[in-house]
């Protein structure tokens, strides 16, 4: 081969190369890494990326001087030379690919067992789906709840998770934390996550689970082993203070305010109505105020603001000193007339 060929195959080589790193680096497809799990698939992930890149570059520049080398000229209608084959480069095509899809399975293999390994002791929270909502509780705690996902930096934890037996699947998905699992009625599943970078990070259903689906999300949020001590400890305290304090403690552990405006909680959703227009919503349903805020926790269905889906999980499982909390921190305290 002239030296010529060789330096053209080069520069191909080098265009083509240079325009698939681009398209790999450039848009930003994955998000930053927040969990060594997803940093385990980020490398998978450009390790796979990098053997494209260079067989890409390779196969375009072997194409682009034969298009221009060995085209046809406009007069010639002569057959092609009879060709006998090349063992050399059949034996080098055929054991080059299968030495890098080895290792890109050996690789693979490695981050998916290491992703599944919790370690000695990891840290448990139970999550539990329903349409359309996510709870995540603390068993070592005494069972305190939250309708955010918190957990500590630079900690193993293990998530065991389940749908409510009779709703549907759903599926947790942190995209920094790099993993999905799907939840099931009535069967465990678990995900390890080991966070290694403060922040808050979107939780996000992955599995089509009916009307409220896209409304089906929440936050995990990062901490310290400090702040996440200190959060743990006064979430305890709250669930345990009556009247308004704890109302307003359980209106945060459920998450209510994701979805819902309600000024004296601070929260400005805007999937449900405005709670700060109950009132004029009881006189609508034709209800006391506290009996209409009871029922439209325990059964959210019986009643629908026109004007919104009936996406909202029913509360029938909270226990009554929470719901009662819940009225009275709603309601004012008020009563309320027909
Ligand atoms: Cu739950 Cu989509």
Not at 57 to 76: E, G, N, T, W
Not at 150 to 158: E, I, Q
Not at 257 to 274: E, L, Y
Request: charged residues 15%.
């Amino acid at each position: 081969m002239r030296r010529g060929s060789i330096v053209q195959l080069l520069l191909f080589a080098l265009v083509a190369g240079g325009a698939a790193a681009t398209l790999a680096l450039v848009p930003g497809w994955l998000p930053t890494p927040a969990s060594r799990e997803a940093g385990r698939i980020d490398f998978v992930f450009w390790f796979v990326t990098v053997i494209c890149v260079a067989i890409f570059a390779i196969v375009a520049a072997v194409i682009v001087y034969s298009l221009l080398k060995f085209r046809v000229r406009p007069d010639d209608d002569s057959d092609g030379e009879p060709i006998h084959g090349h063992t050399g480069l059949e034996i080098a095509w055929t054991a080059v690919p299968t030495v890098l899809v080895i290792a890109i399975a050996v690789v693979s293999a490695i981050v998916l067992a290491k992703n599944g390994h919790a370690g000695a002791n990891p840290y448990r929270v139970n999550v539990r789906a329903q349409q359309f909502a996510w709870s995540f509780s603390y068993p070592s705690k005494g069972g305190v709840t939250s309708g955010t996902l918190r957990l500590p930096v630079d900690r193993s934890v293990k998530l065991y998770m389940r749908s409510k037996e009779t709703d549907v699947i759903h599926s947790f998905w942190v995209p920094e934390f790099g993993q999905k699992q799907d939840l099931l009625p009535g069967e465990t599943t678990t995900l390890v996550i080991t966070p290694d970078r403060v922040g808050t990070y979107p939780v996000v259903c992955t599995e089509l689970c009916g009307l409220g689906h896209s409304v089906m999300r929440t936050k995990a949020i990062v901490m310290t082993q400090p702040a996440f001590n200190a959060w743990i400890r006064a979430q305890g305290k709250a669930a345990n203070a009556g009247g308004s304090q704890g109302g307003k403690a359980a209106f945060v552990a459920n998450g209510c305010g994701s979805c819902h405006t309600f000024a004296a909680a601070g929260t400005t959703g805007k999937i449900g109505p405005d709670l700060d227009k109950l009132p004029q919503y009881a006189q609508q349903a034709g209800k006391p105020l506290d009996a209409f805020v009871h029922e439209s926790i325990v059964d959210s269905k019986a009643y629908v603001q026109s004007g919104y889906q009936p996406v909202m999980p029913s509360f029938a499982s909270l226990p009554k000193n929470q719901v009662d909390a819940l009225v009275q921190f709603l309601t004012g305290g008020k009563k309320g007339g027909a």
